[in-house]
């Protein structure tokens, strides 16, 4: 079902995926998009897709962090980022695979080996584009920028509630569940568009 509607997806919002690609390397040159290396399914590493959302830097496909930091966001992007469209482009791992619609979000490898007991509990599952936990920290960015130290925040606060949420998510994985989670990112997505 999650090919299905990953494959629905794509065909369906095709003209869009083309017209937000011209316009990133338009407004900030190549590459279009931008993959970084996160770890999936049994810990399995793929490379997630986005719309590229910040001006290029070596090191960032395999993780780099800035957490907080705004400073690389281009003036579109910030579009892309608080729409939520530059996460489109993951219909394509979701298609072939690699994620699913709902589940738990993918990290990068440094934060997956911060917690690792609690990550191969949570990678039992497939990484979906949405959850609980996008929807809880959906101002994720804001909370970080107005941290003292941003990279200690999200070691020591926040990513120990998303994992809280990851794993009662496994525990309590169902499709109607599922399709209650896609309505309120909507929802939630809608809201924000309109701030």
């Not at 190549?30 to 770890?39: E, T, V, Y």
């Not at 966001?73 to 469209?85: A, C, E, P, Q, W």
């Not at 936990?133 to 606060?157: G, V």
């Not at 990513?159 to 499709?175: C, G, H, I, M, N």
């Amino acid at each position: 079902m999650d090919m299905a509607g990953a494959l629905a997806g794509l065909v369906a919002l095709s003209p869009l995926l083309c017209l937000l690609w011209f316009a990133v390397v338009e407004k900030s040159g190549l590459p279009g998009f931008f993959r970084q290396q996160r770890a999936g399914y049994r810990g399995r590493h793929f490379s997630l897709l986005k719309f590229r959302s910040m001006t290029v830097r070596r090191g960032a496909e395999q993780g780099s962090f800035d957490a907080g930091s705004a400073a690389r966001v281009t003036r579109f992007g910030r579009f892309l980022r608080k729409t939520k469209l530059d996460e489109l482009p993951q219909l394509w791992n979701v298609l072939v695979g690699e994620m699913s619609l709902v589940g738990p979000r993918p990290e990068v490898r440094k934060w997956v080996e911060a917690y690792p007991e609690r990550w191969a509990k949570v990678l039992t599952v497939r990484p979906g584009i949405t959850d609980p936990a996008s929807i809880e920290f959906r101002n994720e960015e804001e909370l970080l920028a107005k941290a003292p130290d941003p990279e200690r925040a999200y070691r020591e606060e926040i990513l120990p509630r998303k994992l809280d949420l990851y794993e009662r998510y496994v525990a309590t994985q169902s499709f109607w569940g599922d399709v209650g989670i896609l309505a309120k990112t909507g929802w939630v997505v809608v809201r924000r568009k309109s701030q």
